[in-house]
């Protein structure tokens, strides 16, 4: 039987989904409209499951936890990574959306710059990640010290600090980075993938009192898997729908 969460989604309508604005894992348009493959795969789950409509609820990674546990949102889907941590504080979902990590630089610029133990050893390098992230704690934990250690709110913002010299190195997942050189084609940038950092693989997130919800949705999630939905979504939105496959929840959370 479904849960009274579900229910309750489905007399209001739509769901609430905590996002952090990051293509092409979020996308939000000129006209407000929420995509990008992370609130598209959702969308397509929940219309499965009779809840027709989505309304996004902005804000920085950092946030987006915090935020669904003060209930200003109903589930996270926004490539949130599933890292042992966080599976101590949300209900992931199964495995979705998986990414490498990188860094990006002016090209020509620190051409050794491999991993963030190296950005930790060169004293005159700042580094720039996501606001909350994992590769802020990453590089964290590598020894960068907070001084050298800059949150960026969004992707133009970082952008635009390591064109000014404010950051030497932005730090986010690879299809972040593609897709922000691209955008910034005439200037030139160049794109290492973090060495020592295993593949990266989000899922969507519930209230840890949400597992019936989050049952539920596994359940359609794999539906999905199978009859070519998820895979046709991914691919709009240049990921490989491979790589999820690879992985598991428990895994992911460190529990095996
Ligand atoms: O889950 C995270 O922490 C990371 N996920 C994405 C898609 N981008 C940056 C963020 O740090």
């Given amino acids: ?21 990051e293509p092409p894992w979020t996308v939000i348009d000129a006209e407000g409209r929420t995509g990008g493959a992370g609130p598209d795969l959702t969308r397509a789950v929940f219309q499965r499951m009779g809840v027709r409509e989505l309304a996004g609820v902005l ?32 209900a992931f979902s199964e495995p979705d959306l998986c990414d490498r990590e990188a860094l990006l630089m002016k090209m020509g610029d620190h051409p050794t710059l491999r991993t963030y133990r ?8 700042r580094i720039g990640v996501p606001a909350g992230g994992t590769e802020q704690r990453e590089a964290q934990a590598a020894g960068v010290p907070a001084d050298r250690l800059l949150p960026v709110p969004d992707g133009p913002s970082g952008m635009i600090m390591l064109r000014a010299g404010r950051i ?25 993938l973090v060495g020592g950092t295993p593949v990266m693989c989000a899922g969507t997130a519930f209230r840890p009192d949400a597992t019936a919800l989050r049952n539920a949705y596994d359940r359609v999630l794999a539906t999905l898997k199978s009859d070519g939905t998820y895979d046709r979504i991914l691919r709009a939105h240049g990921f490989d729908p491979g790589l999820a496959r690879g992985h598991t929840r428990r895994e992911l959370c460190g529990e095996e």
């Fill in 118 to 125: 190296d950005v930790a050893a060169d004293a005159s390098v």
């Fill in 168 to 192: 030497q190195v932005y730090s986010l997942p690879a299809s972040s980075a593609q897709h922000l050189a691209d955008l910034w084609q005439g200037q030139k940038f160049s794109l290492v």
């Fill in 59 to 90: 804000s920085t990674f950092g946030a987006l936890i915090p935020g669904l546990l003060a209930r200003r949102s109903d589930a996270i889907s926004s490539g949130l990574f599933i890292r042992p941590g966080r599976c101590q504080a949300v």
């Fill in 1 to 21: 039987s479904d849960s009274p969460q579900l229910e309750a989604l489905r007399k209001r309508g739509y769901v609430r989904l905590g996002l952090s604005n």
